[in-house]
């Protein structure tokens, strides 16, 4: 329901009806025909300006994708950019902002110069360390970093929402190749393990299950433009010409990229994830954090209720970063309204590393469709991504890609996650949190 007072009313009704024991799942309508005949091929259907002369490379661990990251920066000849949502004041953080620095020193002592630009939100700087974080920022400017704050006053009037953060991941080397996903710079990201409360090694845990991606080529312009676009709006300068780009020589990689932009109105990336949904024929698989976006939610259900036989699979994690938290209640809610319109659920305690098992938070953010197209980003599967974060992400479409995505990690996670139905649900959920999740849904645009 798109008006919030047609949803809060319902949504009480559906309270009165849990407190009384009587939540049966709605009346299914009957599914309404799948088109019939072969379509374009999503590429066709969703990228209309896609460069072709991409290599990538996947890294699911998190030693890998801090290795990957470090060793584009070493590579860098005249430039490297990040910007990022989180930059911990950790272990990872020294280290990484330690090589930026050496990286800076050491172009001025042979004479040149080296630029090197770092936007962290200044909602994200506060987060989990508290204002610990911002010794990282005044570290790397004492040093020859141009970094600054994303949105320093926290609320702007101009964008939607009213707190623009970015929530971006990207590292960009040379504007020739960058790393893409959804890991933020911190131990939790790119150490097999991490203290929850820095300094309390009984709060040790298993590092978050993330991914990054690699892309050398022709769509680090693109990437770049917009990274370009969020330092100008720091005040910081940009160039008079957009990035030129530089395709690869050895891949052929069709990519297109996609953002969440509140300032100027740009809701490209729901968009494309809408359309590729609603055209898919034979299989959706689509693993988030956070899982709470009705228009997303809906959509599924109706390419279900179209094409009984479309596969959709949905991975959610097993338990929120805080544990039952409020995005965890959220996602048993949305599994709920999934499980009933027939789409499988499973899940996920922290998906597979090295081929067993590892129990940790889930951070994983991606979809593929038909074995056509893969989605890659930072984007979650929530209100604020489509609507009022900065976010932004990649559409791969390449079904040898995609096929190794589906082979090394999407097949992977979901064979090692748990099942549930409606029955597991009604088991595994106390009086209380039902009655939570109730109440939270009309307002799930809040977070």
């Given amino acids: ?22 939540d049966k ?35 699911v661990g998190a030693e890998d994708s801090f290795q990957a990251i470090l060793s584009a920066l070493k590579g860098a000849k005249t430039s490297f950019h990040i910007e990022t949502f989180i930059w911990h004041d950790d272990e990872t953080g020294r280290k990484l902002a330690q090589a930026l620095v050496a990286k800076v020193k050491e172009a001025k002592a042979q004479g040149r110069t080296f630029d090197a630009k770092v936007l962290i939100d200044s909602t994200g700087i506060n987060s989990d360390y508290g204002t610990k974080d911002r010794n990282i920022l005044k570290f790397l400017q004492d040093n020859g970093v141009e970094a600054k704050l994303f949105n320093p ?91 030129k780009p530089i395709p690869s020589k050895t891949g052929d990689t069709a990519i297109q990229t996609f953002v969440t932009d509140p300032l100027t109105g740009n809701k490209g990336l729901k968009e494309v994830h809408l359309k590729a949904i609603a055209n898919a024929q034979k299989e959706i698989f689509i693993i988030s954090p956070y899982f709470a976006d009705d228009e997303l939610v809906d959509a599924l259900i109706d390419a279900k209720q179209k094409n009984p036989k479309l596969s959709v699979k949905a991975l959610v994690p097993a338990s929120g970063e805080g544990g039952k938290d409020l995005n965890y209640q959220m996602a048993m809610l949305t599994a709920k309204q999934l499980l009933e319109a027939g789409i499988e659920v499973r899940l996920s305690a922290g998906g597979v590393d090295k081929g067993k098992p590892v129990e940790r938070f889930s951070h994983f953010k991606g979809m593929t469709v038909d074995g056509e197209i893969l989605s890659i980003g930072s984007a979650n599967a929530d209100y604020r991504t489509y609507n009022t974060n900065h976010e932004i992400v990649n559409i791969v479409a390449d079904k040898e890609k995609v096929a190794e995505f589906n082979r090394t990690i999407a097949n992977p996670d979901w064979n090692a996650a748990q099942p549930i139905s409606m029955k597991w649900l009604k088991d595994n959920s106390t009086w209380a949190e039902k009655a939570f999740r109730t109440v939270a849904e009309p307002i799930d645009f809040l977070y």
Avoid at 34 to 56: C, F, I, Q, Y
Avoid at 214 to 226: I, L, S, Y
């Fill in 1 to 22: 329901m798109s008006n919030i007072t047609d949803r809060a009313i319902s949504y009480g009704k559906s309270l009165i009806d849990s407190l009384k024991g009587t």
């Fill in 153 to 243: 006053k926290l609320v702007s009037w101009k964008a939607e929402g009213m707190l623009p953060l970015t929530h971006r991941k990207i590292y960009i080397a040379d504007g020739a190749k960058y790393l893409v996903g959804g890991r933020n710079v911190g131990d939790e990201y790119f150490k097999p393990t991490f203290e929850k409360k820095a300094g309390d090694p009984k709060s040790k845990a298993n590092s978050h299950h993330d991914f990054l991606m690699t892309v050398e080529g022709d769509e680090a312009a693109r990437v770049q433009k917009e990274f370009y676009k969020a330092w100008a709006l720091t005040g910081g300068k940009v160039p008079a010409t957009d990035p």
């Fill in 25 to 59: 799942p709605k009346a299914k309508e009957a599914p309404k025909e799948a088109p019939k005949g072969p379509r374009m091929p999503l590429d066709k259907l969703l990228l209309s300006n896609a460069t072709r002369h991409n290599e990538v490379t996947y890294h």
